[in-house]
């Protein structure tokens, strides 16, 4: 476990521990979390990689999910940041130790709103944020896919929320670049349904971006690389 944490390190909110953890949880929660936003790589992949393998940390995952829920919603326009939470939730899933049924009500929204997101980051377009929307969505095809049998109507109701980002007129480029992605990878019945709107799919989201077009006076052209990203999961499906 991580014992001392970063100097320096950005803040992370988070809900109250103090008097519901043991001593030790505490500290290691308010130092993993600060390491996890630390810009010094040593640190971060130090933190993350105890998140990953340490045993034991079962009774922090409620806190560790409202962190990163509550990190992301305050800094959606800072993309580093969300990536951070992202990480530290793909850190947290891969630890075999950790049960995460209870807490997926809290986590599947999340990783939405990464996903279908109308802005994640400043504007930049050196920011990848596409690249971060593809990586929350192959954690939620994870997610759903590992708990399908538990709640089989997951996966359904997640399915909607992606469609109607996909189909709805006024939702932005970036939210429908996110509903492709994540439904392309959902499986063989989500990547039909994304078929079945592929003609509205080819002239409402890709045509206009990839010709220069703009959104609310900004550029948000789909970048070429990302929009072949996107066929060839389409393409596994045809």
């Given amino acids: 476990m991580i014992r001392t944490g970063p100097a320096g390190a950005p803040a992370v909110a988070h809900p109250l521990v103090k008097d519901v953890l043991a ?28 998140l990953a393998t340490d045993p034991g940390l079962q009774p922090l ?3 560790l999910i409202k962190a990163a829920q509550d990190h992301i919603t305050k800094h959606l326009r800072q993309l580093w940041e969300v990536a951070a939470m992202v990480a530290m939730v793909d850190a947290v899933l891969r630890n ?15 990783l939405l ?16 944020h596409w690249a971060l929307r593809r990586t929350a969505a192959r954690l939620l095809a994870g997610v759903l896919a590992q708990h399908q049998s538990a709640y089989p109507l997951m996966t359904t ?37 994304l078929v079945t709107e592929a003609p509205r799919y080819e002239a409402g989201i890709f045509a206009p971006v990839l010709g220069g077009g703009t959104e609310g006076g900004t550029a948000c052209a789909v970048p070429a690389a990302n929009e072949r990203n996107v066929r060839q999961l389409l393409d596994a499906y045809a």
């Fill in 157 to 193: 109701r997640v399915q909607k929320t992606l469609l109607t980002a996909l189909v709805d007129d006024s939702k932005a480029v970036t939210s429908k670049y996110g509903a492709v992605v994540a439904l392309a990878l959902l499986g063989t019945h989500s990547a039909r349904m």
């Fill in 113 to 128: 709103t990464t996903i279908v997101g109308r802005h994640l980051g400043s504007g930049d377009p050196a920011e990848d």
């Fill in 96 to 110: 075999g130790n950790f049960f995460m049924v209870p807490y997926l009500h809290q986590l599947i929204p999340l």
């Fill in 61 to 63: 995952l409620p806190y």
């Fill in 23 to 50: 001593k030790e949880l505490q500290l290691y929660y308010t130092h993993v979390t600060a390491a996890v936003v630390s810009r010094d790589d040593t640190v971060r992949e130090t933190a993350l990689g105890s």
